[in-house]
């Protein structure tokens, strides 16, 4: 019998939070370091506003929608993530990846998920903190843009599920990916900008290549009631494909996984 994803998450959630509550010095450090991060940014930002009224056509309080979306990305990767990858690595190198692998669940699904941090979606609560502050700002956002938001936004968590999914899979292959997982950690540091602030041909390549755009920018401009319609049909079916090959990949990995087992 095959147990419910849902179910299986929510009981893995809940043993990764008691394990951090147990360390609650380290947990609220973690809070305090997010904070601290997110008013470094802040006051960055602040700092160039001050010498001139916008970036790449946005005004201040509408790249705070920019930082705080790429703060709910971070916290996603930091918290749900990138833990998992370290236990897939560990897994793999002690053997105990075989006591994983004959649960009724999706390998896949059960190994990306299998270990969170929480302490670590203090980044995506500041996120939400520092979206409502811009669109307090803002113009009032209609029933429309705010459902285009939501549905970008799970496209975005999924995009980087995916991204992360098959970086794991490359484990069975290559165990130690680290300057591959700093290289991809680097590359999404771009998103605490709106993409129109960067001169082209980057623009494109973050638009087009590596659809960092569609992490921050794309879903802020829906928020604001301006979205970009060529852009958001590409993200969604850049992250359709990667979620796919992803798939794939970790079919692949463990055939081959199984094979040396054999």
Known sequence: MIAHPLRVFVRLARGSLMTAMEYRVGFITAMGMSLIDALWAVGGAWVFYSHRPTLGGWRFHEALLVVGLFFIASGFLDAVLQPSLRELIEGLRTGQLDYILIRPMDAMLLISMRRQRFEKLSSALIGVVLIAVGLSQASAVGGAP?????????????????????????????????????????????????????????????????????????????????????????????????????????????????????
């Open 146 to 262: 705010l459902f285009g938001f939501l549905v970008l936004l799970g496209f975005t968590l999924l995009l980087l599920y995916a991204a992360m999914s098959l970086l794991m899979a490359l484990c069975f292959w290559v165990v130690d990916l680290t300057n591959i997982e700093e290289l991809l950690l680097g590359l999404l540091e771009t998103a605490r900008y709106p993409v129109q602030a960067f001169p082209e041909p980057l623009r494109s390549v973050l638009s087009f290549v590596l659809p960092i755009a569609f992490i921050s920018t794309v879903p802020a401009e829906m928020l604001l009631g301006r979205p970009n319609w060529l852009l958001i049909a590409y993200g969604i079916a850049a992250t359709l494909a990667l979620f796919a090959l992803s798939r794939l990949a970790w079919r692949a990995a463990l055939r081959k996984y199984a094979s040396i087992g054999g």
